[in-house]
Structures are given as structure tokens and as C-alpha cells.
């Protein structure tokens, strides 16, 4: 009984470390209109996660709040997406969004393609022109 009472408090300490892995699956259920039993959820880096259902795939940002364990996450995909279409005036629904490396996306549409580098550590989420590639 002592060794299940260990497993169970060692699980729900495991829980407790990775808020933001249930912040993502969260706000992907909003992003996705999903259910959250049709999600897979993996942790890529200390805040990133990638997100996976209802045939969409999501990067989600979730920084720690300061001097909180509180975690709010930005989809860096969506963001992408937004910045392109209001860029290039391209309704969302034309676009296609790849992540070519950690935190840069290529968006395509419209005749365009555009490359960005998307974060929300700093708790501002935005998209910049990656001029490198």
C-alpha cells in the first residue's frame, strides 16, 4: 500500500511540474474547436509544446508569468498565419504555414511567401520578418 500511495503522490508531483503542457492542450481545444480526449500534447522545450488534432498542428508559447506559476500560451502558427494574411491581404483560410526551424515559419499564399520568426517569451507574442531566409 505504501509503494501505490508513493507512485500516485510521485505522478501528481510529475502533473504539477509541466503547467503549461495543460495550458497548450487548453487553449488548443479554443484554436482548434477541438475536444481535448482528440489532442496529443509534447513538450518540445521548457515552454514550447506542439500540439496535434482535429487535423491541425499548433506550436504554443507558454512562458511563465512573473513571480506566478500561472502560464497563458500564444499559438505561433496562428500568429504567423495573421501576420501573413494581414500583410499580403490573404484570407487565412488560403494559407499554408510550415515550421522550417524552432520558433521561424514559412507561410504561402496568394501568389507570396513570407518567412517569420514568431515568439511570445517575453509575454509580447509577435512576428517578425526573418530577412535571413
Not at 497548450?24 to 480526449?37: G, I, P
Not at 513538450?43 to 514550447?48: A, E, K, M
Request: overall charge negative; hydrophobic content about 35%; glycine content about 8%.
Amino acid at each position: 500500500m505504501t509503494r501505490v500511495a508513493f507512485v500516485i503522490v510521485g505522478l501528481l508531483a510529475l502533473g504539477a511540474c509541466s503547467p503549461g503542457l495543460s495550458a497548450a492542450k487548453r487553449q488548443a481545444e479554443v484554436d482548434f474547436t477541438c475536444d481535448s480526449s482528440d489532442l496529443e500534447t509534447t513538450r518540445r522545450s521548457n515552454d514550447t509544446y506542439i500540439v496535434r488534432g482535429c487535423g491541425r498542428t499548433g506550436v504554443y508559447q507558454c512562458p511563465t508569468g512573473v513571480g506566478t506559476d500561472h502560464r497563458w500560451c500564444s499559438n505561433l502558427t496562428i500568429l504567423a498565419n495573421q501576420r501573413f494574411s494581414a500583410e499580403f491581404t490573404c484570407e487565412e483560410s488560403e494559407l499554408s504555414v510550415a515550421e522550417i526551424s524552432p520558433y521561424v515559419f514559412r507561410v504561402s499564399g496568394c501568389d507570396n511567401t513570407a518567412t517569420y520568426h514568431c515568439s511570445a517569451a517575453d509575454g509580447s507574442p509577435r512576428c517578425t520578418v526573418d530577412a535571413a531566409r
